[in-house]
C-alpha cells in the first residue's frame, strides 16, 4: 500500500483536530480479543499524554481504528503522535504475538470547524452498528481526562 498523500503547505503542528484511521496489516481482524484491545488503547493514551494530545473519540472495530484526536498544546505533531501510537502499539503486539499489527501509512482527515467534529463523532460512535454489530459494541468511547 502506498502512503496516502498528506497536505500540502500544512504542517500538522498545533491545536488542529483530526480524524484518523488505521487499518491492520493485511486487514487481519486482530481486534476480535478484547486484550488485544485494551492493551493498544493503553498504548495511544499514553501517547496521547506524551505527545499532547486529547482523543476525544474512539471505535476500534475488528481490522481498523479510528481516532478522533485534538492537539492539546502549539507544540503537538500529528506525524509524531500517529508514529509513535502504532510503533508503541504494535511493538506490544510484536513482543506478545510474534506478528505484525499495523499496516503502513495512515488516513487523516484536518477538521476546520465545530461542525466537522459534531458530523465525526456519531460517524465514530456509529460505526459498528453500520457494520452489523450489537448497539453495546465495547470498543468505543473516549480516552481524555
Not at 486487514?27 to 501517547?47: N, P, Y
Request: proline share 5%; glycine share 6%.
Amino acid at each position: 500500500m502506498s502512503r496516502p498523500k498528506r497536505l500540502p503547505r500544512f504542517n500538522y503542528v498545533g491545536r488542529a483536530r483530526y480524524f484518523l484511521t488505521f487499518c491492520t496489516y493485511q486487514r487481519q481482524k486482530i481486534f476480535i480479543d478484547s486484550d488485544v484491545v485494551a492493551r493498544t488503547l493503553e498504548q495511544f493514551r499514553r501517547t496521547a499524554t506524551l505527545e499532547k494530545f486529547a482523543i476525544l473519540a474512539y471505535c476500534i472495530m475488528p481490522d481498523h481504528a479510528h481516532l478522533l484526536v485534538e492537539g492539546t498544546a502549539a507544540t503537538s505533531d500529528l506525524r509524531r503522535f500517529v508514529k509513535m501510537a502504532k510503533q508503541r502499539s504494535g511493538g506490544v503486539h510484536r513482543r506478545r504475538s510474534g506478528t505484525r499489527l499495523w499496516q503502513e501509512g495512515y488516513y487523516e482527515r484536518l477538521l476546520r470547524d465545530r461542525d466537522d467534529t459534531r458530523s465525526i463523532t456519531p460517524y465514530i460512535a456509529n460505526n459498528p452498528i453500520r457494520a452489523g454489530f450489537p448497539d453495546d459494541y465495547p470498543y468505543v468511547g473516549n480516552l481524555s481526562g
